[in-house]
């Protein structure tokens, strides 16, 4: 065994974030319109060190700031989370080709009974029996899929790793 940097559970060493950068993100995951001034004046630091940290977890790739919508407030009435057998030299094509469509928001390659689980949200009932049966089933190598209709959301975050 080799020294070096640890490796996270994917396999790629972790990216270095400091624990001043882990504070900024709480800030921002709370209130992603937080002036940089209020930020640093909660984390006794400067608007400078601030932006520049945020500016840098943006290019890094590490931290998005966009604003989140609740789409069921927006008209949509439904929303179903897909899982989707492929045949097994299609993957990742099914994976892509799924992607594409407007109504799919979430897209995973996953080890399990599902080679590939998707997130829909739809207008209402029709539009998602549009959606499997004209779009997703046309897609060459989709074997077989699973629909799990959403009842209700319990609990939806975007607050990983800071606490």
């Known amino acids: 065994?080799?020294?070096?940097?640890?490796?996270?559970?994917?396999?790629?060493?972790?990216?270095?974030?400091?624990?001043?950068?882990?504070?900024?993100?709480?800030?921002?995951?709370?209130?992603?319109?937080?002036?940089?001034?209020?930020?640093?004046?909660?984390?006794?630091?400067?608007?400078?060190?601030?932006?520049?940290?945020?500016?840098?977890?943006?290019?890094?790739?590490?931290?998005?700031?966009?604003?989140?919508?609740?789409?069921?407030?927006?008209?949509?009435?439904?929303?179903?989370?897909v899982g989707i057998r492929c045949e097994r030299d299609r993957l990742v094509q099914v994976a892509e080709a799924v992607g594409a469509f407007p109504e799919v928001d979430y897209v995973v390659i996953t080890a399990g009974s599902y080679d590939v689980l998707i997130e829909v949200v739809c207008e209402d009932n029709a539009a998602l029996l549009d959606f499997l049966a004209d779009k997703l089933r046309a897609i060459d190598g989709v074997r077989d899929t699973e629909t799990f209709v959403y009842l209700r959301m319990v609990k939806q975050t975007y607050q990983w790793g800071t606490r």
């Open 1 to 81: 065994m080799t020294a070096g940097k640890p490796r996270a559970r994917n396999g790629r060493a972790p990216e270095d974030v400091s624990a001043l950068d882990k504070r900024i993100i709480e800030h921002l995951q709370e209130d992603g319109r937080r002036p940089f001034t209020q930020i640093a004046l909660e984390l006794g630091v400067s608007e400078a060190a601030v932006r520049a940290r945020t500016n840098r977890l943006v290019e890094r790739g590490i931290l998005q700031i966009v604003g989140v919508t609740d789409p069921l407030k927006l008209g949509f009435q439904q929303m179903a989370m």
